[in-house]
């Protein structure tokens, strides 16, 4: 039996859910997508079209596209793997949150989370999810890959989904992970065969790190066929 994962919310929680969601309601077309998740389910807001919020002025700056808006294959995977984990009073810290459903799952298993975006809205959605759907507050940071934040610290365990799209992400995901996991953290990856993916294996490596497919899950929904591999990382 399929039970939902959201907690009874304290009044100041809904409160602030209401408010946020009145906000971004204001700004975006909002949907819900009901995902399960370990035997529950956590419901999603979301941008209901990531289409619809391309900017030709920001594909312009720096070729940015609103991937965060959409939840992909790989984060459905990577949610489940997180859900199922231990963690012993462990900080996680998500690259690249989207629209958070990583961080969720981290929030049920009882991590500390801290989730890091690009793009603001992504933060702002993120936050929102995991209040109304844990009643967690967590830490969100503004993060651009070449120039990651000096001041988060390090974290036991490290997450990212679908991350590798870009041939130059290889060296700067390797990087990312290399400055903020801890001598004895984990860093996992779940990767749906992006072309970045083999060459990030190489670039960890050089870095000191031991990379190993920990799982590979078939993944399947009407129009999508994938297998999402599930990479291991960890220090030498």
Known sequence: MIVPATPT??????????????????EFDITTTDVPLAGRVVTMYHPRNAD???SEE????DERLPYWADIWPAA????????????????????????????VAAAIAGFEVTATDYY????RFTALNVLANTGALIATQSADWRRFPHDLGRFDLVVASDVLYEREYAELIAAVIDRTMTGRGTAIVADPGRLAAPEFVEKAGDRGMIVGVAERVPYEEPGIKQTIDIYEIRRR
Request: charged letters at 25%; one cysteine or more.
């Open 76 to 103: 459905r995977t990577l949610a489940e793997h997180i859900v199922r984990m231990t963690p012993a009073d462990r900080r996680m810290l998500e690259l690249g949150c989207g629209v958070g459903l990583a961080s």
């Open 58 to 61: 920001a594909f312009a700056e």
């Open 120 to 123: 603001d809205d992504a933060l």
């Open 52 to 54: 619809a919020l391309i």
């Open 9 to 26: 919310l304290s009044a100041e929680a809904t409160a602030v859910v209401q408010q946020t969601l009145e906000t971004l309601r204001s």
